[in-house]
């Protein structure tokens, strides 16, 4: 399976904690008085992501942008991937200090985009958006029936795991392209299986310019 610059993976739990529901309950409740939060943290990415990855890059050009972005807009798209596969139970772990305890989110940045060519792709990859707005309804609908499962039996299906997987590897491949460490288009694909044996492709270094 290509890892698109991007390796997302998590594993299933043998057993989740049911307190976790609790605490997910919460934080549902709280972001729908504040006028479902959930949908707007995914919008709000959608345009930030790329907008502070072209300021970065104009600033500082590609080469310096991908060599500080471990720390800085590697980090930040690995909170986001956390925070989303804590809110649809493909884990209990809420990551705090390092996201990546949590899940794994290797990126491996190539090519040498331009600020422009970032700013354009907010453009191009509104098909994928609109794609990921609607698994996203069936994800949540998923969601809420491992809630469910895991209240009975403190576990759920494979078959629900691996859907969701896949929906947040696509959200991750997605934002890498946003942010510009990939080049090419990202696929629409629903890539539902491990990835925990694939590597990611090797850090290539933007070339210099003339």
Known sequence: MASYGVTYDVTQQEKYDKTQIAIRLLIFIVLAVLANALGWVFGLAYLIVPIVAAVLISQKGAATYFSESERGMQRWLAYLAAFYSYFYMLTDK?????????IRFEVAPSGEPTAGNVLLRIILAIPHAIVLGLLGIVAFVLA?????????????????????????????????????????????????????SATPPPQQEAPTSA
């Open 94 to 102: 809420m990551a705090i200090d390092d996201p990546r305890t949590a």
């Open 144 to 196: 809420i029936v491992a809630a469910i499962m895991i209240l009975a039996n403190e576990t759920y299906s494979s078959g629900i795991f691996d859907f969701l997987r896949g929906y947040m590897r696509w959200h991750a491949r997605l934002y890498v392209y946003l942010a510009g460490f990939a080049q090419e288009y990202p696929p629409f694909s629903l890539d539902t299986g491990s990835e925990s």
